[in-house]
């Protein structure tokens, strides 16, 4: 991956959300954990997403902010092929913390049930991505004064 006009690895580790798209074409918000090169995306047979990978695993994926009050505007957009891994639970906890906080007991139960349920009887799976090809783009602009 080449080098970029701004902090990659620390724009992907913000709370914010993906838009993977598989063919069909089929788009969807997704939260994401970026780790070790890779974007790792939780699902299981309650999603469509394990479904579209087995039968083409060509992905896209953007993240992107768009902040008119600042003027920040970045995307990163990663396309590859998928894989669907098993589902481990310290991974588990550290992507829901990014998103819900660390105290667990705050959390949705359903979230919480990823962590304390069999992850092999509810079917929970890992999709990952590392990306074969990787952009990102800062399109930020100079705000206006308006004064």
Known sequence: MSEHA??????????????????????????????????????GPWARLPGHVRADPALALVVDVCE?????????????????????????????????????GRWDRRFRDYLHDDPGTRGTLWLRLRPDTLSAVDLSYQVADLA
Request: proline residues 9%; charged residues 25%.
């Open 6 to 43: 701004f902090d990659v690895d620390t724009f992907l580790a913000a709370p914010l959300t993906a838009r993977v798209a598989t063919r069909g074409p089929t788009v969807r918000p997704t939260w994401y954990l970026w780790e070790d090169g890779a974007f790792w995306i939780l699902t």
């Open 68 to 104: 008119p009050a600042t003027g920040l505007v970045r995307q990163v957009i990663a396309k590859g092929r998928a894989e669907l891994r098993p589902f481990d639970i310290p991974r588990g906890r550290r992507k829901l913390s990014r998103y819900l906080g660390p105290d667990e």
